[in-house]
């Protein structure tokens, strides 16, 4: 359904630092930058990219917005959040831990990244 996500980001430096070790215990190639100075992630799905505004303004968060990424097990997802959070990520919501009930269980952890972005690494336990 999507092509891409474009993320703005103040200070790319910090975000690509961010990006590529959440990404990569996701399994995903660290970030490319392009000739505007911008951050790429490609995979064969989609992809996803850090900008500052082109406006020239600051970057914002969009509230009630998040990005949620898929994760292989909950064991990744404690570990992206692990890494996560030491690379410049701010936890925020519950702990990483199952959320829903019945015929949905979903195994999440959540995190803002340094331009307050805020970011799902899922699991799907029980469709």
Partial sequence: MFSHVMLGANDLEASKKFYDAILGVLGHEPGVYDEHGRVFYYTAKGILALTKPINGEEA?????TTLGLAA???????EWHKVGSENGGIPCEDPPGIRGSGERQLYLAYLRDPAGNKLCATHIVKK
């Fill in 72 to 78: 292989r097990s909950p064991e990744v997802v404690d």
């Fill in 60 to 64: 914002t968060h969009g509230n009630g």
